[in-house]
């Protein structure tokens, strides 16, 4: 009988004890989700990060993106058959009008100063820097006008202009 006196005695002063320890344990556990909540946030945002196109000097990738035209390559208008022979099989083709100038990336070769950093940096190595003349050259045939090397070029000597 008195083994369970003090096994009640031993149990509601150790009960005390358990119940801070299992509180202090819960806190912990808290704090744990937040540092790991916060550290694969900052993981996320890096990851994005490296996908995200970069815009140095003060720059965001909205201003110096190409604007996607939605117009035709070639302003076209049928041709009229005055011909007095009015066959049934006489098609009207379409000729064009007007040629729509396409934008390139132009390279200024006397801002250039032949870093390579575009050349380094472009996905379809479509700009190329000739290591004897260090002059950089763009294959218009390659380029998917991603604007990276313009975005990269830290003498701002690239851009996407009509050519």
Not at 9 to 25: A, E, K, Q, R, T
Not at 32 to 44: E, M, W
Not at 56 to 76: C, F, I, L, M, N
Not at 94 to 100: D, E, G, L, N, T
């Amino acid at each position: 009988m008195w083994w369970i006196i003090i096994g009640i005695v031993v149990l509601y002063f150790v009960s005390g004890y358990i119940l801070d320890f299992m509180d202090w344990l819960l806190g912990v556990f808290e704090e744990l989700g937040d540092i790991i909540a916060t550290v694969s946030s900052s993981i996320v945002d890096g990851i994005k990060g490296l996908f995200e196109p970069k815009a140095p000097r003060g720059k965001t990738y909205e201003q110096v993106k190409p604007k996607v035209d939605s117009t035709p390559r070639y302003h076209t208008e049928p041709t009229s058959s005055n011909s007095a022979n009015t066959s049934t099989n006489t098609t009207s083709s379409i000729q064009p009008k007007a040629v729509v100038k396409e934008k390139r990336i132009v390279i200024d070769e006397e801002e250039c100063v032949g870093c390579g950093v575009c050349a380094d940096k472009c996905p379809t190595q479509a700009i190329t820097l000739d290591r004897e003349t260090w002059i950089v050259r763009c294959d218009h045939s390659k380029c998917i006008q991603c604007l990276t090397c313009t975005l990269e070029c830290p003498v701002e000597c690239i851009s996407f202009k009509e050519q």
